[in-house]
């Protein structure tokens, strides 16, 4: 079946990792903070902190800017659940800002949100097209707010040539297997600023700093989130990938954009000319007539041999936020969730597999032209 997103893994990928496996160290060793060097290079990012999932990287990135009870943060629903679980886990309280129709936040409903106990915006760059930053920074700076980017989906994404990990103050990766380059499992926080890194360093190894010899201090408290050396060996094996990855990806994006550009039934996400995205994700949005027949959609899809997957249910109606929270609606954001399918794109695919995507997608969009769904 042709997943929506998967991992590559070469042979030189399993030679670092076989490397690192041959040797004394497999925990704390040289290669994360080789890792983590690599991410600045990339990135243009003064700072990488590398966790053992992008959920610590998350709750890291929290604690180091002290998001605490009572605080409010302005996020949207379209994400993983990790995005606002990690800092309703210290007690702030998710404020849900309506997104566009293209699964990002709609930064001009970000300002009416404010409120004395805003603390951060959290925007997610979904599927890996970059957010509106410029407009939400902006915002930030006019009301002394953090920013804090889930950018999840976006490693290798960027705006004017500027790569996301170094606009905000602070922006977290995802290095799970189905994202642009994988550690397996695996994450990192990316700042400009000294004292979050310092911050993040201590969260990530129980909050101990070594002193002389065998001597060390807890300083203050922190879990076990880092990385193994296995893991970061194969992240820097993969980050030296990513350019050729995010190419494949783009271009069976733009075949698919070609094929679909003139049809009725649904529409795709429009990338802007001075952003590159990492195409993590290639979502379909569907027609609101097409709204009751998605399931049967989504089903025709997978035996057709098509790993489809839908991008997500808001955060908000899951069963733990409406117990919390109480229910919640926001029309787009609800309206985006009953369109969106994303299709296989992803860089072990050929164009011949693009190609059987399209035709497989569009024979079975096109049977809903002249009726309505079956069930």
Known sequence: ??????????????????????GQLLAQGPKVAEFE???????????????????????????????????EIITSAISFVSTSNMFVDVGAKPVWCDVKLDGNIDENGIEKLITSKTKAIVPIHFAGKPVSLIKIHEIAKKHNLLVIEDAAHALGSSIDSKKIGSFSDMTIFSFHAIKPITTSE???????????????KLFRSHGIIKKKLWNSDMVSMGYNYRLTEVAAALGISQLKKLDRFITI?????NYFNERFKNEKLFFTQRIESNTITSRHLYPIILNPELHCCK???FAQ?????????????????????????????????????RSEISLPCNQTM?????????DTFLDIIHKYTHRGCSF
């Open 1 to 22: 079946m042709l997943s929506y997103s998967t991992q590559l893994i070469e042979a030189d990928d399993i030679a670092a990792v076989t490397e690192v496996l041959h």
């Open 37 to 71: 060097e690599a991410l600045c290079r990339y990135t243009g990012s003064e700072y990488a902190v590398a966790f053992n999932s992008a959920t610590s990287a998350l709750s890291g990135a929290y604690h180091a800017c002290d998001i605490t009870k009572d605080d």
């Open 186 to 200: 695996g994450g990192a926080v990316l700042t400009n600023d000294e004292n979050y890194a310092n911050k993040l």
């Open 249 to 253: 990806r783009n271009n069976i994006a």
């Open 295 to 297: 399931e049967e959609i």
């Open 301 to 337: 899809l997978q035996q057709k041999g098509l790993g489809v997957q839908v991008h997500y249910k808001p955060i908000y109606q899951n069963s733990f936020y409406e117990e919390k929270f109480g229910k919640f609606a926001l029309p787009v954001t609800n309206d985006f969730y």
């Open 350 to 358: 050929s164009m011949e597999d693009a190609k059987y995507v399209a």
